[in-house]
């Protein structure tokens, strides 16, 4: 069974830069996708980043050119490396691996991230 474990959260100035890892550990033989999202009180959790076994990624339009995704298959973790933080990136950050086919997922327990002005 697959298990995620996120790291690297904390507190930063606006304009700084965080890397949050996110190790998988369990057998993976499927193609999959690994994703962030982030989640603040009281909103939906939202999509940040992705990548794919295929090393395809995907970022959300308010991080492009401030967060870049990456993995690392040696070590089975990947990454998201976020700079010039704003104090609206504030948020809990979960990392998600999903199994295409057959399709299940599975939660990370959330790395906060606290930006200050």
């Known amino acids: 069974q697959v298990q995620l474990v996120e790291s690297g959260g904390g507190s930063v100035q606006a304009g700084g830069s965080l890397r949050l890892s996110c190790a998988v550990s369990g057998s993976v033989s499927c193609t999959h996708v690994m994703s962030w999202y982030r989640q603040t009180p009281g909103k939906e959790r939202e999509f940040v980043s992705s990548?794919?076994?295929?090393?395809?990624?995907s970022n959300a339009d308010y991080v492009q050119g401030r967060f870049t995704i990456s993995q690392d298959s040696a070590k089975n973790t990947v990454y998201l490396q976020m700079n010039s933080l704003k104090p609206e990136d504030t948020a809990m950050y979960y990392c998600k691996f999903e199994c295409v086919v057959p399709n299940w997922i599975v939660w990370g327990q959330g790395t906060q991230v606290t930006v200050s002005s």
């Open positions: 990548i794919g076994s295929d090393r395809v990624t």
